[in-house]
């Protein structure tokens, strides 16, 4: 018998994962997994790190200032 890809004979998760995901326990979808962390939390860092940087500009921006720090 030949195999002819590494996935062949592999595990079915799709039932573990609709149980997963429909459960109601309070979750967001994105938090149910064990490795979500490791997705959102350098996500959200980027999105609020990026908006406030983007509000620090804006507001320098607005007094005359035209750069990240000093009078210029």
């Known amino acids: 018998m030949k195999i002819s ?3 062949v004979f592999r595990e079915n998760r799709v039932p573990y994962y ?3 995901f ?7 979808q994105w938090w149910k997994t064990s ?8 996500y959200l860092l980027s999105v609020y790190g990026l908006g406030l940087a983007t509000t620090y500009g804006m507001c320098r921006m607005v007094f005359g200032h035209k750069t990240w ?4």
């Open 22 to 28: 429909q459960q109601h326990d309070g979750k967001r």
């Open 5 to 7: 890809s590494g996935f």
């Open 18 to 20: 609709q149980r997963l």
């Open 35 to 42: 490795r979500s962390g490791y997705v959102m939390y350098p």
């Open 69 to 72: 720090f000093g009078k210029a």
